[in-house]
């Protein structure tokens, strides 16, 4: 028997490369290509005054300048297009104010880090010497940064946005201030989470070449989103889409920034090798990347809820500020999830959920793992321990009393989703995945423990979020796949891989699906070349999209093969099974060359009628080798040649993933020092292709969270500029920093793929902001609304707490309350 | 706009013996260390990801020392050894015993880090075969990577210090915790 590949964690099949230096980065091809450097605006807002680069033509190297009026002059001079703004790749009826940059700044800059200025030379430190020598000059403008300052709008990002307003957005179900008003308990809740960014350990990167004979364009760029790119570079450049070829190569990370498409380098750099007829490469080095790629996170929220004296939500109304930079090319995905992810696994009652997406003079905003969930989870989180602690109970019990139940499913929120399809739940297990998480951090046992830990002089603190994340967001993924004269299998789809492991991921389902060893299948990801219909890499998609659409066109490649062996061992199709790449008759001991089986290999010359032999296999299949009838042509009606087959997958809507967190803490009482003790981990994405995959993705999604809950900020002053724009200054964990992270799995299949999967990317990146301040709040006993929060931010908030300015919490684990009860002991024994 | 001329910055003739193998290049005083070995001699494995000294992922070791190579000139090392992650593997160029170890633990995703993690790590176990978990983290505390929540690269030191002591013939003392599962 080929043993079942689905479910197995088997080592991936990508890393003998990587391992030994032979992986293919963006950097690592074009050996011989002119580099490029770009000018970038040092000014948050400015208008540009003028451009001079009469120092800089002497550089020896220097190959060329381009700025804002060449691209015009191309554009009066042939049928490209950029001088116009980049695409607005999301528009949406409540964008009102969208705007799109310029690939090089026409006459005003809106962010430090736009391009201003692009040089070509013979290599990137010329290149930069160059730049150094052109002499740019502004009028300063003043710049909008922070939330605070846009809402103000004393000033105008562009001064035809009014308000600094690009969109304003109102999703409701039900009358939910009526609901409020009428609830026997209300809350309000004022929260705000700062910006931080994906910050993959490899930045973007852009390396083209022009082939003038052929006429062929063709591009790598380090991009999870290559076809899309492809589309872009052909209406951008007036080059027939049929003639570019868009290639991903290995890509060092992505994590939502290198899905936002075509970035101005990615139109620009294709654009300088046509003109040069050179290759032409650039590389983003770490500071661009911090101020010219896209940062995500910052919010303020207004939560009010109103529930009953059992915790349970009545209404709940949900105000956004949500700060999207200087520029909205990605539309409003981001503040749309916020406001519909929040619900999580619970049911809000009536819900109204409004946002206003606001301008600043800020790198743009777009969407980062996790993509608007954190902040939505952070809010809900949040207030179901204000719930808890109002009516003093335990903080498990209210989620459980608010939880989404088993048997509801599917269950439909009444809200319309970032795909643009109906907020409707189709499996999960909510209850039991609590009682998983409390198994496995020890919940009721922890209120004994705290104490002792107070005695001891030691503040400790427990704890938990639960999320529920909308995965395998359509509209659709493809595969290829095709059974060589070899007997390898080679797959292709179309969208990208940045280190998930895709090409072991996709060998396994089809292997499991053709009855091969995974070890003959080969997958190609993200190559326009292979496969050209596809939409990205994002919102946790490819198991479910790809990977279905690889069992699909598989099932397919199946189906054939066994028609083509069943005429050759003329035995009915259904007495047929695959076992390690050899088609046989059921039931029937395996002796190779016996009439009873075929390998897939011979069917698969078989499957191609031949004229010309180039090989002894190929000779079987020439026209006077295979015999049959004279009178039924080589190739039927409606088949054609090749063990080969196309499918995809479109699903009617996403498909929800759901997971929760417990973390214990422990904080100095001197220094305020925040130390992670545990972080469990409890997750049902569903059936499980490669469980060892999947533990990687929740464990990197865990070090992220840990990171924008206590280290990661974007520290902009208030002129603009970004003070921590390096790896010294923006406290990105290192090993010392992230915890181990203890994981259990729940497995809810997903009725509506094949292969009953969900998305499991963004998972682990979700509820750690709420986590965390879910445990330090029960740590210190006040409520923590404002993440990320640093040692001396908790310490001042200590120090305020102790003022007075800041209320107590009532119930924390291991306490006597305010009124002299031991709050955990009543709810704890259900 | 578009002069094309030669360079003509001064340059100077340098010898390194990277991964055993004597090697040669022509490069101007201020080539990095890093790029001279990815774009001057074509051992691409090496990368960077920050270029001011902080990720790690730069790292090969100079003379048997981890040294960050986007801090070096590659005039500052004319003359030296240079062991690079093309240079991990074993004499007979199947994967080495960091690189096993990677693979079974499964010590990386996209593989960005992972080349300043192994030669760091081939380093730190010749000094210190035998390491406890939290040595093994605390060995690794000086390279960043974005994808792996490092508890799979921790997994990955011990693997490796085994796999050494396996290859060896010296069950050596083992150390607490091995292969998938690091245990706080
Ligand atoms: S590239 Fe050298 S330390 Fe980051
Ligand atoms: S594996 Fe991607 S940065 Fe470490």
Redesign the interface.
Same mark, same amino acid.
Do not use: K, W
């Given at each position: 028997m080929t043993t079942r590949m689905i479910g197995e964690p088997i080592?991936?099949r990508?890393?003998?490369r990587? &391992? $030994?230096?032979?992986?293919?980065?963006l950097?690592?091809l074009g050996?011989g290509a002119l580099q490029v450097a770009f000018v970038r605006s040092p000014h948050a807002h400015a208008r540009i005054v003028d451009i001079d680069?009469t120092d800089a033509?002497?550089v020896?190297?220097?190959?060329?300048?381009?700025t804002y009026e060449?691209l015009a002059a191309a554009d009066e001079a042939g049928s490209s297009h950029l001088s116009e703004p980049l695409p607005l790749l999301i528009p949406h009826p409540d964008l009102t104010h969208p705007r799109t940059a310029y690939p090089l700044a026409r006459d005003e800059v809106n962010h430090v880090g736009e391009p201003v200025v692009m040089v070509v030379a $013979?290599?990137r430190? /010329?290149a930069e010497d160059v730049c150094d020598r052109i002499r740019v000059n502004y009028e300063v403008l003043p710049a909008v940064v922070g939330l605070d300052a846009a809402i103000e709008a004393t000033h105008l990002v562009h001064p035809d946005i009014p308000g600094n307003i690009g969109a304003h957005m109102v999703q409701e179900r039900g009358d939910a201030r009526a609901a409020i008003a009428a609830a026997p308990h209300r809350l309000e809740l004022d929260l705000e989470i700062e910006r931080s960014a994906s910050?993959?350990?490899?930045g973007r990167g852009v390396y083209a070449r022009w082939d003038a004979d052929d006429r062929t364009l063709r591009v790598y760029t380090s991009t999870q989103a290559a076809t899309s790119v492809r589309a872009a570079i052909a209406a951008k450049l007036a080059v027939p889409i049929d003639r570019v070829e868009v290639i991903a190569p290995?890509?060092?990370?992505g994590?939502g920034v290198k899905v936002v498409h075509p970035w101005p380098e990615e139109v620009l750099i294709p654009w300088a090798a046509m003109r040069?007829g050179r290759e032409v490469k650039w590389t983003e080095?770490?500071r661009e990347h911090f101020i010219s790629s896209a940062h995500e996170r910052g919010q303020k929220q207004k939560v009010r809820v109103g529930f009953d004296d059992d915790g349970r939500l009545l209404g709940m109304e949900f105000q956004v500020w949500h700060d999207h930079g200087a520029y909205t090319p990605y539309g409003l995905i981001v503040p749309i999830i916020t406001t519909t992810q929040v619900l999580g696994p619970y049911k809000p009652g009536a819900y109204r959920g409004e946002f206003w997406s606001l301008y600043t003079n800020t790198v743009i905003v777009t969407p980062y793992r996790g993509a608007g969930r954190p902040q939505g989870c952070f809010a809900m989180e949040r207030t179901m321990d204000a719930i808890a602690d109002y009516l003093g109970l335990d903080r498990t019990v209210v989620r459980e009393r608010n939880f989404i139940q088993p048997e509801e499913m599917p269950y439909d929120h009444g809200l319309v989703f970032q795909d643009g399809r109906g907020l409707v739940y189709d499996s999960g297990n909510y209850p039991a995945l609590l009682d998983k998480l409390k198994a496995l951090v020890g919940w009721d046992s922890f209120a004994e423990y705290a104490e002792q830990a107070r005695a001891e002089g030691r503040r400790v603190g427990i704890g938990l979020a639960c999320y529920v994340e909308g995965t395998g967001v359509g509209p659709y993924e493809g595969a290829h796949v095709r059974v060589e004269t070899t007997g390898e299998v080679v797959v292709a789809t179309g969208l990208t891989t940045?280190?998930?492991?895709h090409q072991t991921m996709l060998a396994q389902i089809v292997a499991d699906e053709l009855g091969v060893p995974v070890e003959r299948v080969t997958v190609t990801t993200g190559d326009t070349r292979r496969f050209k219909y596809a939409v990205g890499t994002f919102a946790s998609r490819t198991a479910v999209m790809s990977g279905n659409a690889a069992a699909l066109a598989a099932r397919k490649v199946r189906a054939k093969a066994l028609r083509i062996a069943s005429e050759a061992l003329e035995v009915d199709p259904s007495d047929l099974e695959i076992v390690d790449g050899v088609v046989r008759v059921r039931g029937v001991p395996s002796s190779p060359g016996a009439k009873t089986e075929i390998p897939l290999s011979t069917v698969a010359v078989l499957s191609n009628p031949l004229r010309y032999a180039f090989d002894a296999e190929a000779a079987r299949a020439t026209q006077f080798a295979v015999g049959g009838s004279s009178e039924e042509p080589p190739v039927a009606e409606d088949d054609e040649p090749g063990l080969e087959a196309v499918d995809y997958y479109s699903p009617p809507r996403s498909t929800f993933a759901a997971g929760m967190h417990a973390a214990i803490v422990e904080t100095d009482p001197e220094t305020a020092e925040i130390k992670v003790l545990?972080y469990c981990v409890v997750h049902d994405c569903g059936n499980l292709i490669n469980p060892?995959?999947v533990?990687?993705q929740?464990?990197? !999604? /865990?070090?992220?969270g840990v990171g924008g809950a206590l280290y990661e900020r974007m520290v902009y002053d208030s002129a603009g500029q970004l003070l921590n724009a390096?790896?010294?200054d923006f406290l990105?964990p290192?090993?010392?920093e992230?915890?181990? /992270?203890e994981t259990d799995h729940l497995q809810t299949p997903s009725p509506l793929n094949p292969l009953g999967v969900k998305g499991a990317g963004e998972a682990?990146v979700i509820p750690a902001a709420a986590v965390f301040a879910s445990a330090i709040s029960d740590a210190e006993g006040f409520a923590i609304t404002r993440m990320p929060i640093s040692p001396s931010e908790l310490f001042e908030l200590r120090e305020r707490f102790a003022a007075g300015e800041i209320p107590p919490l009532r119930s924390r684990s291991g306490h006597i309350s305010g009124e002299g009860r031991f709050v955990r002991a009543k709810e704890d024994s259900r | 706009?578009?002069?094309?001329? !030669?360079?003509?910055?001064q340059t100077h003739d340098i010898s390194l013996t990277v991964n055993g193998v004597l090697r040669q290049a022509r490069v101007?005083a201020?080539?990095l260390l890093s790029d001279c070995l990815?774009?001057d001699l074509?051992?691409?494995? $090496?990368?960077?990801?920050?270029?001011?000294g /902080?990720?790690g992922?730069c790292t090969v070791l100079v003379n048997g020392q981890p040294m960050r190579s986007c801090l070096l000139l590659a005039v500052s090392v004319d003359g030296s050894e240079i062991t690079? &992650?093309?240079g991990?593997?074993d004499p007979d160029g199947s994967?080495g015993p960091v690189?096993r170890a990677?693979?079974?633990c499964?010590g990386?995703?996209?593989?960005?880090?992972?080349?300043g993690f192994?030669t760091t790590i081939a380093a730190y176990l010749r000094r210190n075969p035998n390491p406890t978990p939290e040595q093994a983290?605390?060995a690794?505390?000086?390279?960043?990577?974005?994808?792996?929540?490092?508890?799979?690269?921790?997994a990955s030191v011990l693997r490796a210090a085994e796999i050494m002591r396996e290859e060896s013939g010296d069950a050596g003392v083992p150390a607490a915790g091995h292969g998938?599962g690091?245990?706080?």
């Open positions: 080592p991936r990508e890393d003998p990587l &391992v $030994t230096g032979q992986g293919r980065y950097d690592d050996a680069v033509l002497d020896d190297g220097l190959v060329a300048i381009y060449d $013979t290599d430190y /010329v910050m993959p350990m490899e290995d890509v060092g990370g994590f040069l080095d770490r940045q280190g998930q492991g545990r060892r995959i533990e990687g929740i464990h990197g !999604g /865990v070090a992220q390096s790896f010294m990105m290192y090993a010392s992230v915890p181990t /992270v682990g | 706009m578009t002069p094309d001329r !030669g360079p003509t910055e101007p201020r080539r990815r774009h074509g051992l691409t494995g $090496t990368h960077v990801g920050c270029e001011h /902080v990720c992922a690079t &992650v093309e991990c593997t994967l690189q990677f693979m079974e499964h990386l995703q996209c593989g960005f880090c992972t080349p192994i983290r605390e690794i505390g000086g390279n960043l990577c974005r994808c792996t929540g490092y508890q799979n690269i921790v998938r690091e245990r706080a």
